[in-house]
């Protein structure tokens, strides 16, 4: 999974950056103009205590890539429109995290010299909207062009599809609320649209205002759509106690009334609103965790591994990682007759523990 981090000047992008990679300071990257790219491991207890019933060589949990992307300034859309870096470096990830600020610092004042999140929000929406639309248009003329010249009912199907998005985008709506068959999505997933991404609003507050978070939350319930979330923070906060001790940091959260770090919580976000789940394979070697989308089968589950495994699929053993903790062991779960034998078509359940059988 790749998440882009983007926002306007002095929103906190570099600030969660650091929170999120665990650097000690962001000083040196503060004000670097090019993207940023940085590796996560996804926290999972679930990976923990499998580890300690099987001992293995490594343990190897599931990974999260975030992009710093800056490029984003006040005054893109009024005259060149956002950056050509900038669109090449968003268009790749699977989820955009806009940072929105919602603090006050007199050292740093905002671009449009104002505090309102709402009002930032629409702004970066309409400079996404026009990208879009620039990219529809151009689109549709050349369209028109080879159709005028021979009929391609392919190249209908994409024209009728791109009027459909016009619309949608002229009446100032994003493309990831559009309700769009298989086959219309597969079009439209090579033109890589900011505004059909799915979105993490973060709204960035003032230390002073963590008691009010869960007001915050209420406030801003409406930002949550069926391909949209959104959370509260203190970046700079939270970045203080990411630098911490690790077995300092539940203190200070219980302490602040905050139920889990910004890392946890960003992860659980993009997994939700992707519909991620996580399955695991153990053994002495390793224990992995792995990430597939909600819904996959056994077959397709097989491909997070490896393309032979799924190519080759006779079976999977299955056991859920709540049945083995029960027991302590595999071989336990197995003279239990706990471990199910499963064909391809059998549906993968989060936290599910998996050795594949397979023939090439």
């Given amino acids: ?8 000047p002095y929103s906190g992008k570099s600030t969660l950056f650091a929170t999120l990679l665990s650097r000690k300071s ?5 004000h670097k103009k090019e993207t940023e790219k940085g590796i996560v491991k996804v926290p999972d207890t679930r990976l923990d205590r499998l580890t300690e019933i099987f001992h293995p060589r490594r343990k190897v949990p599931a990974t999260i890539e975030y992009l710093k992307v800056p490029g984003l300034e006040s005054q893109s859309s009024a005259s060149k429109g956002l950056p050509v ?20 610092n007199p050292l740093y004042p905002h671009p449009l010299n104002r505090i309102d999140p709402q009002s930032d929000i629409n702004f970066i929406n309409s400079e996404f909207l026009l990208s879009d639309l620039a990219i529809v248009e151009t689109r549709i003329e050349r369209l028109e062009k080879q159709l005028s010249k021979a009929h391609n009912p392919s190249y209908q199907q994409e024209l009728e599809l791109l009027f459909k998005c016009r619309g949608y985008l002229e009446d100032e709506k994003p493309l990831r609320s559009l309700a769009l068959s298989p086959e219309e999505d597969k079009i ?6 900011l505004t ?21 939350i209420k406030r801003y319930a409406y930002l949550k759509t ?19 001790d690790p077995a300092e940091q539940p203190l200070f959260l219980t302490e602040l009334g905050i139920t889990e770090p910004a890392l946890n919580r960003l992860i659980r976000l993009s997994y939700e609103l992707l519909g991620y789940i996580s399955f695991f394979t153990v053994g002495e070697d390793e224990c992995r965790a792995w990430t597939i989308v909600n819904g996959d089968n056994a077959q397709k589950a097989a491909r997070a591994i490896h393309s032979d495994i799924e190519r080759g699929f006779i079976r999977a053993e299955v056991v859920h990682y709540t049945t ?10 197995r003279a239990k007759g706990l471990i199910r034998s499963e064909g391809r078509d059998y ?3 989060d936290g599910d523990v998996i050795e594949f059988r397979f023939n090439v």
């Fill in 1 to 8: 999974m790749q998440i882009g981090i983007t926002g306007l």
């Fill in 26 to 30: 962001e000083s040196d990257s503060f």
């Fill in 85 to 104: 870096q900038f669109l090449a470096n968003l268009k790749t990830v699977d989820v955009i995290l806009l940072v929105i600020r919602a603090f006050d």
């Fill in 188 to 193: 439209l997933r090579g033109f890589q649209f």
């Fill in 196 to 216: 059909a991404k799915p979105l993490i609003i973060v709204l960035n507050i003032d230390e002073k205002e963590i008691q009010q978070t869960a007001e915050i």
């Fill in 226 to 244: 069926a391909n949209t979330t959104y959370t509260v923070l203190c970046a700079a906060l939270e970045k203080e106690i990411s630098e911490l």
């Fill in 324 to 333: 083995l903790l029960e027991n302590g062991s595999l071989s336990a779960c």
């Fill in 347 to 349: 549906i993968v359940k």
